[in-house]
């Protein structure tokens, strides 16, 4: 019996035309044998075969189908026979008894099929759910190492400084001490942001059909960010902005604030100290109008650091996702501020990507696209040459400065 089903299932595997000769083999044997046999009483049993086996292989239409052209046949054969159809009670048995058993015989045998292919379906179903529950439970037992890692490194910083101050405050100078103080804060910051990125990548999915968009000047978001980052982060790197003052988009300012601080703080990781890191912002695409289907805004952030390889690119978003050489590397992370970032964005209309040759030393470009307010002076960046002036880079300072005015 065991061989038996598997030689079933093994004509199931098989190619449609493999299946319908094997069908049309047997049909016509079992046709040829019952006319060899005619008028026998036993003839007609040759022909449950073929029913059987085509309800198997093509389920009950095929089955259905059959059966139309078996009786075409035989009333074919019985009038080239010259045999009154009437009055022969091998074809009103046939008609009357045979064709109502091979027709229950084939609803037996396709309901078996298709009984067969629900129970392989569910099993394939329950197999998925399981590799799924298995993924799911490994992400789990990562994201808790990778949290408890990244939880534990802030926390010993604070603690360590916090205890030196405890245990030593008269004794050090106030320089020392305001330094201490500064480490402290530096790490406590570090571990908000990884609490913040836990609780947006919880909180997203919920948030989405609630989400409250306003008109932006992203000039103003993005130096905002710049002026509340990091002081220290901001010492050891020129942080630069290239970004026109009339640029406006519709967006969450809470999200729009989390991406630029996530795609910053990822550009401060990584890139080496007193280099550039260059924020700017573009129309994305042709002129804008105010019947313009989709406008959009361009923001981009720019490194120097060592760049992202090309094989890496198409999995950098996603969840707990890092590159083998920061996994071994100082660099900390849980591998959720670009997932974080990407379901931000698009919950807000726009597309987030990265552009990197993965050279040392060329860095990598994060861009995101937001939906902008057009106005009909809006020019794409094909067109700068209707500027009054060609934009330039500047670094940012105690005033805002932009470009392309």
Not at 208 to 235: C, G, M, N, S, T
Not at 242 to 249: A, E, G, M, Q, R
């Amino acid at each position: 019996m065991r061989y038996l089903n598997s030689w079933l299932r093994f004509m199931l595997t098989l190619s449609y035309t493999s299946r319908l000769t094997i069908a049309v083999f047997s049909g016509l044997l079992c046709l040829i044998l019952y006319i060899l046999t005619y008028p026998a009483s036993y003839s007609g049993t040759f022909l449950t075969i073929p029913v059987a086996l085509i309800a198997w292989l093509f389920k009950r239409r095929g089955m259905f189908i059959f059966l139309c052209i078996l009786f075409v046949f035989l009333l074919i054969f019985y009038l080239l026979a010259d045999i009154n159809i009437f009055q022969s009670m091998q074809f009103v048995s046939f008609v009357g008894i045979g064709s109502f058993v091979l027709l229950i015989e084939g609803l037996l045998v396709g309901s078996l099929r298709e009984l067969i292919d629900l129970s392989d379906e569910t099993r394939q179903q329950v197999a998925s759910l399981y590799e799924q529950q298995r993924e799911l439970s490994q992400m789990k037992d990562q994201f808790i190492l990778n949290v408890n890692h990244e939880l534990r490194t802030p926390l010993t910083a604070v603690y360590g400084y916090l205890e030196l101050l405890l245990e030593y405050n008269e004794q050090l100078e106030p320089s020392m001490r305001a330094t201490f103080l500064k480490n402290a804060m530096y790490s406590s910051e570090e571990l908000q942001l990884l609490v913040n990125n836990v609780l947006d990548t919880i909180q997203i999915g919920n948030e989405k059909e609630h989400l409250y968009v306003e008109e932006l000047p992203v000039a103003d978001v993005v130096y905002e960010v710049i002026e509340h980052f990091d002081p220290r982060r901001k010492q050891e790197y020129a942080i630069q902005m290239d970004i026109p003052s009339h640029l406006v988009v519709r967006a969450n300012a809470q999200y729009f604030r989390q991406v630029l601080r996530n795609l910053l703080s990822n550009a401060t990781k990584y890139a080496a100290h007193d280099t550039p890191i260059i924020v700017s912002a573009v129309l994305h695409g042709a002129l804008v109008q105010r019947d313009h289907p989709s406008p959009e805004i361009c923001i981009s952030v720019k490194d120097f650091g060592p760049g992202i390889p090309p094989e890496n690119i198409s999995s950098l978003f996603g969840q707990f996702v890092r590159l083998q050489r920061d996994i071994s590397g100082k660099v900390r992370g849980t591998g959720l501020g670009l997932y974080v970032s990407k379901q931000l964005i698009e919950a807000m209309g726009g597309k987030i990507w990265v552009e990197s040759t993965g050279v040392a030393g060329e860095g990598s470009t994060f861009r995101f696209t937001l939906p902008c307010v057009p106005h009909s002076r809006v020019v794409a960046k094909g067109a700068a040459n209707h500027f009054t002036r060609e934009p330039s880079v500047v670094p940012v300072s105690n005033e805002l400065h932009v470009s392309g005015e």
